[in-house]
């Protein structure tokens, strides 16, 4: 558990609080019910439908992304929203950073859920790969690159204030909503 040991060591003192909940204790092991093998069904609670975005098979994204609408965002980056706006109330996106793509610096208003879901991404902090979660909170600052490239799912509580704003199309000016 990488991330519990970052937290341990002061990286993200924030979310220390959150570590014992994220880690068995040491030399435990989970039993497992004779009954989970076979889970009988439940009944759900009756609730009207409601529309929802789903995307199946998430982590395997990256090997059809022409399937995506993509559309211009930053230097090198790409951005195709699933919900908002990226200017008001909460968004959710998935970003792809070509080779080189940079997200400028700009400051966090809410919190940002960055999941990675291939290749790999360095910011102020440090480098994530594939696989990896980063939870960004309010107030911080970072600018993003990819050197090789990568494809992110990014949900923000709030809009992003960019800082430096080297963007060349219209939905970057109007957008506020990075990595």
């Not at 929802?52 to 930053?74: G, Q, T, Y």
Request: glycine fraction near 8%; hydrophobic fraction near 35%.
């Amino acid at each position: 558990m990488l991330g519990v040991e970052r937290w341990k060591l002061g990286v993200f003192p924030m979310f220390s609080h959150l570590a014992h909940h994220l880690a068995p204790p040491p030399n435990s092991i989970l039993p497992l019910h004779p009954s989970s093998a076979h889970p009988r069904p439940v009944d759900l609670d009756p609730a009207p439908t409601y529309p929802r975005v789903e995307l199946p098979d998430l982590l395997s994204i990256a090997k059809h992304p022409e399937r995506i609408p993509w559309k211009p965002f930053k230097d090198g980056v790409d951005i195709h929203r699933l919900y908002g706006d990226g200017v008001t109330g909460p968004t959710a996106a998935l970003i792809r950073f070509q080779p080189g793509g940079k997200v400028p610096l700009h400051e966090h208003t809410g919190y940002e859920h960055i999941f990675i879901l291939s290749g790999s991404q360095r910011d102020n902090v440090g480098s994530a790969e594939a696989g990896t979660l980063i939870i960004t909170p309010p107030g911080t600052r970072h600018s993003v690159v990819s050197e090789d490239g990568c494809i992110v799912l990014a949900i923000y509580e709030k809009p992003v204030k960019f800082l430096q704003d080297s963007a060349k199309s219209e939905e970057t000016k109007q957008t506020t909503a990075g990595s």
